[in-house]
């Protein structure tokens, strides 16, 4: 078991099974207390009556919901709930027989007090059993539930914990309740009634019930988390089981202390909770199942009703002519009529149902409207997409519905909805536009009897339709690989001019400026040797050597603009400060950057600012500059603002430097935008998605 699913090997049938047991038992149970006379008062005090249908319906939408996803822990949930309540209905209406067998006295509701100690195994076993084998289902019910709702997935974080303290509250109550009613007890105690006559019980009790109650609240911020992070579609189906479970548990754990309020009110809070689980199953579409329910009750509405015209023709018309049981022709009558109305009746049916649970036809009609309407609006292809198989198999009727895309190298799968245990499709309808097979629908279905009249034509015009859709989200596809295959060439092209720029720096340095710096000391030897022999001549070596340090200067300043030093150092923040020492006006640099980047961005974000202050200085008038860096939001950002004249981005037209700083920034996979307004001053930002490579602080 994993979280949020258990093994998708269970048993097929094992769900089904499992409720029509529990269904079996708590039938038989209210059967034999029936038949030996016991009122619905005994049933109600022994909580029969809270427990026997809830099981049923627990047992049975648990069903419902792994049918849809055998995987689902909810479902297995409800399975569990309504399987021990049947069992405990069970058994308590066994403890009731053999209490009265032992002669224990009693008012009609409930038994009077007795000592466990004083009865007969045979009653004192099942008494024992169905004292304690309720708390399970009340602590899975009021925080168990709300933990895994609606997903079937436990919570991350601290509030995963309420699971664990809900099993531990679980665990210390249900012993508080064995060791009250244990065998060797000689403490009179009434059949269902409250417990805590020994100090160790009570300790129980208390640490139990705090535990429970701190799950609770877990269990509820856990719900209202969820119900907050869903979007509108999913708050609508989630609204009346959020509200019920939220109210049912605060029911349970708050009125516990008064037994003579807790017990009705429990009983309508259990019976609301699975009712808006049903309700929101049946007339929301929670958990998908519209098309399970669907079918279910038209196939128990149609037995019902071909029931009745078969026993009518049989049984009434027989007993009219005299001829009931001994009439072989009325039955091959009845069986012809059933077998010529049986499509036409199942059809009306089918959409009678569909109006009583979703308020409208699911006809063709109205599946091609919907696709019509999400064609018009301006939703992603994909979204497009996922409203379409869902508005097919809710159409159809289909199991599963699938949209398969074909590639150019393997098909995939583009958009799914339900679930099918069959490995192939009932039939797959190709998608075509402009003679082009673009992809498949694809109908999972038991037969084609199982499915709505007229589906296989429904599906052929939503193929026809679809087509352009297709389409877009291919190209939409091939334009995100070729954008993709764009920023890499531009990534490339940076890294490229970034190291040919070191290159270049490394051929000044160790070409010709070192061949300048050589001459110079060459030079300087002369000047000494010509001051004894020709002054003028020494003069004019010495000038000779003052061009060549202004030459040096200007190699050295050239080299520090194709990538500075410091910027490899110290970083982008140091190497502003270097540069802006230079600059007439004031600049401040604020660095929150707390990591190196590649060196192709931190060159990047360096000659974009130093772009931006430069222009401040020279057509801005600015005198004071502000630098600000930070990696946030999954990349390094800057920005660079001044105080200056500004200017109308619209009209006036970007140089060059500023248009090639855009573009490598824009090659870098980043964002570059300048502001300004007039009279105020100009800001430039940036931002280039990347990872840091090292922390430096």
């Not at 029911?251 to 049903?278: E, H, N």
């Not at 308020?359 to 919907?370: I, N, Q, S």
């Not at 037969?447 to 297709?470: E, F, K, Q, R, Y």
Request: proline share 4%.
């Amino acid at each position: 078991m994993t979280d949020g699913t258990v093994s998708r090997r269970s048993p097929q049938h094992l769900p089904p099974v499992l409720a029509v047991i529990g269904t079996v038992l708590v039938i038989g149970a209210f059967v034999s207390m029936a038949a030996r006379g016991r009122p619905l008062e005994a049933m109600y005090g022994h909580w029969m009556i809270h427990n026997g249908p809830t099981a049923v319906l627990a047992l049975w939408l648990g069903h419902l919901v792994l049918r849809r996803d055998r995987s689902h822990r909810g479902g297995w949930l409800l399975m569990a709930i309504g399987l021990i309540s049947s069992v405990h209905v069970a058994v308590i209406a066994l403890a009731d027989a053999r209490l009265l067998a032992a002669g224990v006295p009693h008012s009609g509701q409930r038994f009077e007090a007795a000592a466990p100690a004083v009865l007969p195994v045979d009653a004192l076993v099942p008494w024992w059993i169905s004292a304690w084998l309720w708390v399970p289902n009340l602590v899975m019910a009021t925080t168990v539930f709300m933990l895994i709702f609606p997903d079937g997935r436990l919570p991350a974080g601290p509030r995963r914990y309420g699971f664990h303290l809900a099993i531990a509250a679980a665990a210390l109550i249900s012993a508080a309740y064995m060791l009250e009613t244990a065998p060797w007890s000689e403490h009179p105690i009434i059949m269902g009634d409250s417990i805590g006559a020994t100090p160790l019980v009570s300790t129980l009790l208390l640490t139990g019930g705090a535990m429970l109650a701190i799950a609770v609240v877990l269990s509820i911020s856990t719900l209202v988390a969820r119900w907050r992070a869903a979007d509108a579609d999913q708050r609508h189906r989630m609204r009346p089981v959020v509200i019920s479970a939220i109210g049912f548990a605060v029911i349970i754990v708050g009125l516990y202390p008064l037994q003579w309020l807790w017990i009705p009110t429990a009983l309508l809070a259990i019976w609301t909770l699975l009712g808006s689980y049903a309700f929101a199953i049946a007339r929301y579409r929670l958990h998908d199942l519209d098309v399970v329910i669907s079918r279910a009750v038209v196939t128990a509405v149609l037995a019902m009703m071909l029931t009745a015209v078969y026993l009518a023709i049989v049984v009434g018309v027989g007993g009219l002519v005299g001829r009931g049981r001994d009439n072989t022709v009325l039955p091959l009558v009845a069986a012809g009529v059933v077998a010529v109305a049986f499509d036409p009746v199942r059809r009306r049916v089918r959409r009678l149902v569909d109006r009583l649970l979703y308020g409208h036809d699911r006809d063709a009609y109205e599946v091609l409207h919907g696709i019509a309407e999400r064609l018009r609006s301006t939703a992603a292809s994909d979204d497009v997409l996922v409203e379409v198989v869902g508005l097919l198999m809710r159409g159809t009727g289909a199991e599963q519905v699938d949209i398969v895309a074909t590639g150019r190298h393997t098909d995939t799968v583009v958009s799914t909805t339900g679930r099918s245990d069959r490995e192939s499709a009932l039939w797959a309808v190709p998608i075509v536009h402009d003679g082009e097979t673009l992809g498949r629908i694809r109908i999972f279905a038991r037969s084609s009897a199982d499915l709505a009249p007229g589906a296989p034509s429904l599906v052929d015009d939503v193929a026809a339709t679809i087509g352009v859709v297709l389409r877009n989200a291919q190209l939409t596809n091939d334009l995100r690989e070729q954008v993709s295959a764009l920023r890499l060439v531009g990534e490339r092209l940076v890294h490229a001019q970034d190291e040919a720029r070191r290159e270049l720096e490394r051929d000044l340095h160790d070409g010709a400026q070192a061949q300048l710096i050589a001459l110079k000391i060459q030079l300087g030897m002369a000047e000494r040797r010509a001051e004894s022999v020709d002054p003028e001549l020494a003069v004019l070596i010495g000038s000779m050597s003052t061009e060549v340090d202004r030459a040096v200067r200007s190699l050295r300043e050239l080299s520090h603009g194709l990538r500075p030093a410091v910027l490899e150092g110290g970083g982008i923040a140091a190497a502003i400060r270097s540069e802006a020492r230079n600059l007439s006006m004031e600049v401040r640099v604020d660095d929150t950057t707390t990591h190196r980047y590649d060196p192709a961005v931190e060159a990047a974000v360096y000659f974009s600012c130093l772009e931006a202050i430069q222009n401040s200085a020279k057509h801005g008038g600015s005198t004071h500059v502000r630098v600000r860096l930070s990696n946030g939001h999954g990349g390094l950002e800057f920005s660079v603002s001044d105080d200056g004249t500004g200017f109308e981005t619209d009209r006036t037209f970007e140089g060059a430097g500023l248009t090639n700083l855009e573009d490598r920034v824009s090659s870098l996979g980043g964002e570059f935008r300048v502001d300004s307004i007039v009279g105020i001053g100009t800001t430039v930002t940036g931002r280039i998605p990347v990872q840091p490579l090292v922390s430096e602080r």
